[in-house]
Structure formats: C-alpha cells, structure tokens
C-alpha cells in the first residue's frame, strides 16, 4: 500500500477487489494508503452448485464504475490457480482500463499462476508452496476423510 501510494501520488487508483475472500484484505491495503482512491467489486465463482470446481469462471457481479483509461489495482487474498484474477484482468482490459498492479495476500500457485500482466505488476505479501495431491495419492481421501463443502476448510469431522 505504501508502494502504491507513492507510485500513484498525484492520481486517484480504482481498487477492485474480488469479493468474498478479498474484503479484509482490500480494507487494511485501503487504510494503509495514503492518497484518494475509489473501490469497486466483482464475484466470481467457479463452482456452480457444486462441491468442486468446474475449472470454468463465471462472472456473478460485474464491476460498477466505468474503467476505461483509469489507473486499476486488483486486490484478492490467496491465489492457487489465478483464475479468478485472470477473469477480473480480461473484464479490465475489455472495459479499457489500465491495469497498473494486482496485490495479492498470498501466492500459493508456486509461481506458477499467469494473469495476463507483466510479473513485475504483481505484489504477493507472501508465496507459499502448497503440495497438492491427485485424489488417489491424497493423504486425507487415503484414510476416507471427505470435502463436505466447497473450498479449502470445510472438512467433515
């Protein structure tokens, strides 16, 4: 946030925060800059009804603030695949705006999530390499322990 409001002083940034999961993480980066900015949102989900991702991005809210020629920072928590974030970066530059640098919380892709913008635009607070497993190789699914709930921490006790 203090990169930011250094490198955008003089401009007003629009800051787009992925919703549910990035909110906490766009307030604290918000408090911590120094200069006017505006905020919009968009939800995202890529798991229709189900318990697992489709691997398909839908766009459930759409941003509300015309973009076109502003100075656009993404904010979003944790990052595994980047596919949300490559939805918000496409809905960005189709609506003309300029994506100047994503903030992520964390980066758990291993390095390996692409957005679509140049990797110098992208600020991780932390990377964690997180081992993911084939569901046959899966520890947990070995010893019979179900996901009851989509998402990362919802497992049946």
Do not use: W
């Not at 991702?53 to 695949?81: A, H, M, N, P, W």
């Amino acid at each position: 946030a203090q990169q930011a409001s250094e490198d955008y002083a003089g401009r007003v940034p629009l800051l787009v925060c992925v919703l549910k999961g990035a909110v906490n993480t766009l307030t604290a980066f918000s408090q911590a800059m120094s200069i006017p900015l505006e905020m919009d949102f968009m939800s995202l989900s890529s798991y229709g009804s189900g318990t697992s991702t489709s691997g398909k991005v839908t766009v459930r809210q759409d941003l509300s603030t015309d973009v076109r020629g502003r100075d656009v920072l993404i904010v979003e928590d944790i990052v595994t695949t980047g596919g949300s974030i490559k939805e918000v970066v496409d809905v960005v530059n189709e609506a003309k705006g300029d994506i100047v640098g994503i903030g992520l919380l964390v980066d758990r892709s291993g390095g390996k999530a692409d957005f679509g913008v140049p990797q110098e635009k992208v600020y991780p607070l932390l990377h964690l390499t997180v081992p993911t497993y084939k569901p046959e190789e899966c520890p947990l699914c070995k010893e019979g322990v179900p996901i009851t709930e989509r998402g990362s921490h919802h497992l049946k006790k």
